[in-house]
């Protein structure tokens, strides 16, 4: 099993849509959870950090599962600049803090 | 600051020659990492350090691949012999704590034919 699982996509999505990505870890003990964007043949770019109360920065709201080991990207009101590949990236867990491991990524693409 | 610095952008190279990458993280981060991404694998990453020190090593795919750190400003990793299946971009990243976001530089595209 993989450190860290995303559904590869794509997602082909209208403007304007709502769309949601889920990821799911394999550590329990993991600790810190991002959202990275990575645009195409660029390096990834941080989104958002996750947090255990979950947390929105405008129309991106993120939350995560302790208990299900899963994370989310909501994106709301779909712009044609979203699209990208998102990477979910979990820390290796208490015994390797420092160590991000990326998922694969989910690739989204917005339509006009 | 001028971000995560990687020469050179793009390498090509043919199967058995010895391959240097070089990257200098930002000033004051203590954590660099060394990732390789792939069509088939995404972003692996390789090795990291934390104040010049290697602390995960597990990712690096075998004996022909090497990095180090000789200061703060100043990373390698190193191929020698190339293969055909090392082809990848080689990014580097740097940050200021453990659980703090990853800056990248903007990769090596490395080709080996």
């Known amino acids: 099993r993989k450190e860290v699982e995303q559904d590869p996509g794509p997602f082909n999505v209208p403007e304007g849509a709502t769309v949601a990505f889920n990821c799911t870890y394999s550590?329990?003990?993991?600790?810190?959870f991002f959202w990275y964007r990575q645009d195409c043949r660029k390096e990834p770019k941080l989104l958002m950090s996750?947090?255990?109360s979950g947390n929105e920065d405008g129309r991106f709201t993120a939350q995560l599962n302790r208990a299900s080991q899963y994370i989310s990207l909501l994106i709301r009101d779909s712009k044609l600049s979203d699209s990208a590949t998102y990477l979910c990236v979990v820390n290796g867990g208490s015994s390797n803090t420092g160590k991000l491991i990326f998922g694969q990524g989910t690739t989204l693409q917005v339509k006009p | 600051d001028a971000g995560v610095i990687q020469s050179p952008r793009h390498e090509v190279t043919e199967m058995g020659q010895e391959v240097t990458l070089r990257c200098k993280p930002i000033s004051g981060h203590d954590y660099l990492f060394w990732y390789r991404q792939t069509m088939m694998r995404g972003l692996e990453l390789l090795i990291y350090?934390?104040?010049?020190?290697?602390?995960?090593d597990s990712g690096m795919p075998e004996d022909r691949f090497s990095a180090k750190m000789p200061n703060a400003s100043f990373s390698t990793l190193k191929i020698q012999p190339s293969e055909p299946r090392d082809s990848a971009v080689y990014f580097c990243?740097?940050?200021?704590?453990?659980?703090?976001?990853?800056?990248f530089g903007s990769g090596t595209q490395l080709s080996v034919l």
């Open positions: 550590n329990s003990a993991s600790q810190s």
């Open positions: 350090f934390n104040n010049n020190v290697p602390i995960d």
């Open positions: 990243a740097s940050s200021s704590g453990q659980r703090e976001k990853l800056f």
């Open positions: 996750v947090y255990s």
